[in-house]
């Protein structure tokens, strides 16, 4: 028996090795993934399946993933080379479930079974962007596409409290304009557009414009902003008209010169966005809180200092510059060279750009102290090219208590710090103490560590992008720390040359990171 079984299993043919399998049915789609784009289109991508000629997707409306007893509310039947798929024209906030099912041209019998994917749709934006002429002191004008309806707009303050519910008309949805009135002047609201079922359809936030005040002094197109700061008194607010506005030199020569600021003030375009552009420096001497507010500050032409230079030792409380422009400046942003003590620095969505630093670091404080510096919401770009981004020096001995604590969060960095040789850092902080935060941020195109300093402490990371910017990743060089959460990705700017960082990557788009400006 032995013999018979070996002589039968050598005398065999050889099995020919199988380089195909064809199968009765087409396989299911695999790796099945529904992604949200634009808030209210849904992009369906799977592994393309061997054979299939096409595919079948059904949609179900208000479900998540039951499909039981349920009507498919639409079917979309497409070619093998439309994969991926986007379904388009959905209802915001709303549950739905797909399943999509690969087949063969001309024999149903190979249809395959379906494979299923659910998600959950945005909420709508049907609102326009506001322009300058809809917002007003104590009204606000919402437009829309025309014909599209909603039922009201709600209009809540920054607590969250319904100011204002607007029924809308037959007429506005015809429009597509609907205003609101009641509101206050220079307070921040969000309205909400929403559906009959409570479904939001667009959502726009805004701050109502200007309305002058006793305190306030009007500072027209043609006026010299320097007397008018010099003759302010402490605590007043120039509110400046749009125009370009020249710091004249000590002998009055007409070139950008430097102002002192020696009181309280502050300094605010009258319009959001036609700023008023100041050519010229600032020193402060003096005041216990002084404000930029939407200004564009312009160093073209200056002595090559920074923008603003602390000249006075003392006790400052805060000094903010926010929703402004700052270029043009050769040695950096701020500097404290003097014992000056700043409770509060805050830097706020502004687009600061062509500042050398040549001579500086960009935000530079040497012999003084900064208790909180709050970086947010900004673009930079095109600045700092060989020098350090925060400078912090330690001179704690004269300040006892002070614990500096530093914010870096949703800005939107472009080539700051980017010596080639990598020894440049963006955290180069030495007073005893600090804390930093650096979050939500896109670093893109540095060689810049992030600090190298042993009295620089660890910061916090969360949520940061980074694309060609490898010394602050782990295995980068020159660094103390890095940050290993950091994700690499290129965020694909429309046009970063020209200064348009609108991001196209849609995973950095969907993660809200960088300068909010450029999320569309």
């Known amino acids: 028996m032995l013999g018979l079984t070996l002589a039968l299993t050598s005398c065999g043919d050889v099995m020919d090795e199988i380089t195909s399998l064809v199968l009765d049915r087409n396989l299911s789609p695999i790796n099945l993934e529904a992604r949200v784009q634009d808030r209210t289109n849904v992009k369906l991508s799977w592994t393309a399946v061997n054979g299939a000629t096409g595919y079948i997707i059904e949609q179900y409306d208000n479900d998540s993933l039951s ?6 509310s639409a079917t979309y039947t497409i070619s093998a080379d439309e994969v991926p798929y ?32 659910y998600a959950k749709t945005g909420t709508e934006q049907i609102i326009y962007a506001l322009g300058e002429n809809d917002v007003k002191a104590r009204a606000v004008t919402i437009k829309w596409p025309a014909g599209q309806s909603a039922e009201h707009i709600v209009v809540t303050d920054a607590a969250g409290n319904i100011v204002v519910d607007h029924a809308i008309t037959a007429e506005e949805i015809a429009a597509g304009e609907a205003t609101i009135t009641g509101l206050t002047p220079e307070t921040t609201y969000t309205a909400k557009m929403l559906r009959a079922s409570g479904k939001t359809r667009g959502t726009v936030s805004f701050t109502t414009a200007i309305e002058l005040a006793e305190n306030d002094i009007l500072v027209k197109a043609g006026d010299d902003i320097a007397t008018a700061i010099a003759d302010a008194p402490a605590g007043a607010r120039l509110v400046v008209m749009p125009g370009t506005y020249t710091v004249t030199d000590a002998d009055g020569v007409v070139a950008a010169g430097a102002v002192d600021i020696n009181k309280s003030l502050t300094i605010k375009g009258l319009r959001q966005n036609d700023h008023p552009v100041i050519k010229g420096r600032f020193t402060i001497s003096g005041g216990s809180d002084i404000m930029f507010d939407q200004v564009t500050l312009d160093g073209t032409g200056t002595s090559g200092d920074q923008a603003i230079v602390f000249k006075a030792e003392g006790e400052y409380n805060s000094l903010s510059v ?13 500097y404290i060279n003097v014992a000056a003590n700043v409770k509060t620095i805050t830097i706020d969505n502004n687009v600061i750009s062509n500042i050398e630093c040549n001579g500086g670091d960009f935000f530079d404080c040497r012999t003084g102290a900064i208790q909180n510096l709050v970086i947010t919401n900004n673009t930079i770009y095109n600045s700092c090219a060989a020098r350090d981004f925060i400078r912090y020096d330690d001179a704690s001995a004269k300040f006892a208590g002070v614990a500096p604590v530093i914010t870096v969060d949703h800005n939107t960095l472009d080539g700051v710090s980017s010596q080639a040789d990598g020894s440049k850092r963006l955290l180069y902080i030495r007073f005893a103490g600090n804390s930093t935060t650096f979050t939500n941020n896109i670093v893109t195109n540095t060689a810049a560590n992030f600090s190298n300093q042993s009295k620089t402490n660890e910061a916090t990371f969360k949520g940061n992008y980074y694309f060609n910017a490898p010394n602050l990743l782990p295995g980068g060089i020159n660094g103390k720390f890095f940050d290993a959460s950091g994700i690499v990705a290129d965020p694909a700017y429309k046009d970063a040359a020209n200064g348009d960082f609108t991001v196209g990557n849609e995973d950095i788009a969907f993660a809200k990171a960088g300068a909010p400006r450029w999320i569309k």
């Open 322 to 334: 926010t929703n402004s422009e700052v270029k043009n400046y050769t040695k950096g942003f701020y």
């Open 67 to 72: 499909f039981d007893g349920k009507t498919a």
């Open 86 to 117: 986007t379904i388009t024209g959905l209802e915001g906030e709303t549950d739905y479930s797909f399943r999509v099912m690969s087949v063969t041209a001309g024999d149903e019998s190979r249809n395959s079974k379906w494979s299923e994917v």
